[in-house]
């Protein structure tokens, strides 16, 4: 199957996670930034604060999202999410950054 006849395309997935984010988890502070990902057909990474509901208090929980279109139509979602409001980006960064796509 070819990226062309998939159903969504990573910039689309990036659009249907902002609105759920929104939605579902009351995520503000949300960023879209396309990236070059080595061995990506396109790359996406989403930010966002999530502040959902938990026990009774609104916590804010961090998380980033990338989404890649892979060859020869496949896609992968990678998602890091903190508990502690103070969890550094830059860590986020480091996990998502051990992603990486091979041919099998």
């Known amino acids: 199957m070819s990226l062309d006849n998939y159903q969504h395309k990573a910039a689309d997935l990036v659009?249907?996670?902002t609105s759920e984010a929104r939605a579902v988890a009351?995520?503000?502070e949300i960023t879209e930034?396309?990236?070059?990902?080595?061995?990506?057909?396109d790359a996406w990474l989403v930010?966002?604060?999530?502040y959902p509901p938990s026990n009774g208090k609104i916590?804010?929980?961090?998380?980033e999202v990338l989404v890649l279109d892979l060859p020869g139509g496949g896609q992968a979602q990678a998602t890091v999410t903190s508990l502690d409001?103070?969890?550094e980006p830059q860590h986020m960064h480091e996990i998502l950054g051990t992603v990486t796509i091979t041919e099998t």
Do not use: M, R, S
Not at 47 to 50: D, G
Not at 59 to 63: F, G, I, R
């Open 15 to 17: 659009e249907n996670i």
């Open 26 to 28: 009351g995520a503000k």
């Open 33 to 41: 930034t396309q990236l070059v990902w080595p061995g990506a057909d």
């Open 47 to 50: 930010t966002y604060v999530a």
């Open 59 to 63: 916590a804010p929980h961090p998380t």
């Open 85 to 87: 409001e103070d969890f």
